[in-house]
């Protein structure tokens, strides 16, 4: 028994620990990346609190499946912005990580970013990933992105644009806005918009513009779905859906809210109008279902005041007598 334990804990200390190693200094990285001629994989995360990042690390990056993947293709980079500042070293580490999310536009953690030596964005994920497998689809993607843009660099002009918009435009949505080092270079190339790629580059500003006003609404849920609805015949794409999605979730909360304040029926179907604004934010397959749920909920509006208190609820008006 004893020469087993000791076995055990020899073979502890020779075996190599399945743990890759993370830099947290892009620019380092970035350097050394060149040196090894290596892309760098970058992880936007929240350590300590963002649940999906945590188990993205259990189940991808911390087997040695993904040390053993890794080793030959990436220079790997954790940006962390934890609750616990001490958890990357203090607050000025916290701040440059903070400053590196805004460079990035990093909409969502975890953010996985596949980045060449040069900075160009390559491919990548957001959100969780369940398992090794699951995680080596996109990434294997970033790396044939980064060959591309390698082959790219022998061609000229509208052509070169052209091979690298091929890239831009593979980048997953959620990246694409990451990716203005690589939209700027296709734009120098192409003056002509041969690819579109001035559309796009204004469309991003447009989202830009969106996100400041929205943070000037505030809590106002009025003011964000105006600036929404004027947004909205601008932008395309994954953007659009985006924003319908938004637009959605904000006529959700006034809906809930109008309804919470009726007190008398005609003050219920006073929102029918609202409520019917939600179809314009689901896809056209959809339409039919949530416009009989919304005749189903509206059909009964002494239903929807039930359960108010006494002395919320007033009698609606009565017809007048012929």
Known sequence: MFKNLLLAGLAAL???????????????????????????????TGSDWCGY?????????????????????????????????????GAENYARNEALCREFQISGFPTIMVLNATGDVLGG????????????????????????????????GVEKAKALMEV????????????DKLAKQIAELDTENATGIQSKMQEGETMKELESKLQQCGRNPEAALAVVNETLPKVSGANREMLLQLKGAILNALVNKALSK??????????????????DCVPADQRAAV????????????????????DEVKAAPSAPQK
Not at 15 to 28: G, R
Request: hydrophobic letters at 55%; a negative charge; aromatic letters at 6%.
């Open 125 to 156: 994920f957001v959100g969780g990933q369940p398992n090794m497998q699951a995680a080596m689809a996109p990434l294997n993607a970033a790396l044939e992105n980064g060959k591309k843009i390698e082959a790219a660099a022998a061609l000229q």
């Open 262 to 279: 009726a007190k008398t029926e005609a003050e219920v179907m006073a929102v029918k109008p609202l409520a019917e604004q939600l179809l």
């Open 53 to 89: 990042c945590i188990r993205l690390k259990k189940a991808v990056f911390d087997t040695p499946e993904f040390e053993a993947y890794a080793a030959d293709k990436f220079v790997l980079v954790e940006v962390d912005v934890p609750r616990d500042v001490n958890r990357v070293g």
């Open 14 to 44: 020779v075996m190599p620990a399945f743990a890759a190693e993370w830099m947290t200094d892009l620019a380092a990285a970035q350097t050394k990346a060149a040196a090894e001629n290596k892309a760098v994989l970058v992880d936007f």
């Open 168 to 179: 831009y435009s593979s980048l997953p949505a959620d990246l694409q806005n990451s990716a």
């Open 291 to 310: 416009a009989a749920e919304i005749e189903k909920v509206f059909a009964n509006p002494a239903a929807i005041l039930k359960g108010k208190p006494a």
